[in-house]
């Protein structure tokens, strides 16, 4: 286990890393439409690049790497958990995992287990609305659909048709 203090400096450590690392980009991927930009390993008898000359593309290599304490984690310190459901949050330390809620839940099941999570402590890292827009929206699931105001849930089109036939 690493000391909170350690963490963070290897978090910073890892971050100046970053900032040096050069972009790998394929051999040639700025000549060539057809080559695309993502790495792949030069190949070629003549490449100054597999040869590691100081004229050839840098290549990636052990050194680049970032701490291996830290290595995987969010910045902010936390192991990142997908959650779909409220099940997966059951065997997750709130101290040690930060969740992201899956993209695909709808509101109502994503209001639930947000709900539950902030009551657990977690960090949600991809909340992605303010806690006003929060309330919002609960208000809205709990409220009957003839409550909600008319003018806020119109169609453009609908308001077109309605101009055309007051016009005729």
Do not use: C
């Not at 119109?154 to 007051?166: V, Y």
């Amino acid at each position: 286990m690493v000391k909170l203090s350690d963490q963070k400096r290897l978090i910073e450590i890892r971050k100046k890393l970053n900032k040096k690392r050069p972009s790998f980009r394929r051999v040639e991927s700025w000549r060539y439409k057809r080559v695309k930009d993502p790495w792949r390993k030069a190949r070629g008898i003549d490449s100054r690049t597999r040869i590691k000359s100081k004229s050839g593309v840098k290549s990636p290599s052990v050194g680049y790497r970032g701490p291996k304490k830290v290595r995987g984690l969010h910045p902010s310190g936390y192991e990142e958990v997908r959650v779909s459901n409220l099940k997966d949050l059951e065997d997750l330390n709130h101290k040690k995992h930060a969740i992201k809620i899956s993209a695909k839940l709808g509101a109502k099941k994503r209001l639930d287990l947000i709900e539950n999570a902030q009551n657990r402590n977690f960090k949600i890292l991809n909340i992605g609305v303010s806690q006003k827009e929060l309330e919002e929206i609960e208000a809205m699931l709990e409220s009957p659909i003839d409550d909600l105001d008319d003018d806020e849930y119109i169609d453009d089109e609908s308001l077109e048709e309605e101009e055309l036939d007051d016009e005729e």
